[in-house]
């Protein structure tokens, strides 16, 4: 069974930075996808960055593209997401995602696929 445990989270004000961790246990770490989300008071889930851990293809949502970074390190087994320039609207509860799969390429921003969900993590930004 597949355990993610989000941390990291806080509050920062405008312009400021925040990086995630996510501890993952139970799995064989290739042929995964492994993402962040968010979801904010009264919107809908959004997923944000997403990254095949085989080929570390990535993917980001246009919201976040050029601020925010999706990583790995297997041998901490720990996904990181570092949040830079961070704005009010970045404000949401956190959540990071897995679930296995038998081909390559980019790892879909949709949730459903996503069996594997931690608890999740606030991250609030001050103006």
């Known amino acids: 069974q597949v355990q993610l445990v989000e941390s990291g989270g806080g509050s920062v004000q405008a312009g400021g930075s925040l990086r995630l961790s996510c501890a993952v246990s139970g799995y064989t770490y290739s042929d995964m996808c492994m993402g962040w989300f968010r979801q904010a008071p009264g919107k809908e889930r959004e997923g944000i960055a997403t990254?095949?851990?085989?080929?570390?293809?990535?993917l980001y949502a246009d919201s976040v593209k050029d601020r925010f970074s999706i990583s790995q390190d297997n041998a901490k087994n720990t996904l990181y997401l570092q949040m830079n320039s961070l704005k009010p609207e970045d404000t949401a509860m956190y959540y990071c995602?897995?679930?296995?799969?038998?081909?390559?390429?980019?790892?879909?921003?949709?949730?459903?696929?996503?069996?594997?969900w931690g608890q999740g993590t606030q991250v609030t930004v001050s103006s």
């Open positions: 990254i095949d851990t085989g080929s570390r293809s990535t």
């Open positions: 995602a897995a679930y296995y799969r038998a081909y390559g390429g980019s790892c879909p921003r949709s949730g459903a696929p996503y069996k594997y």
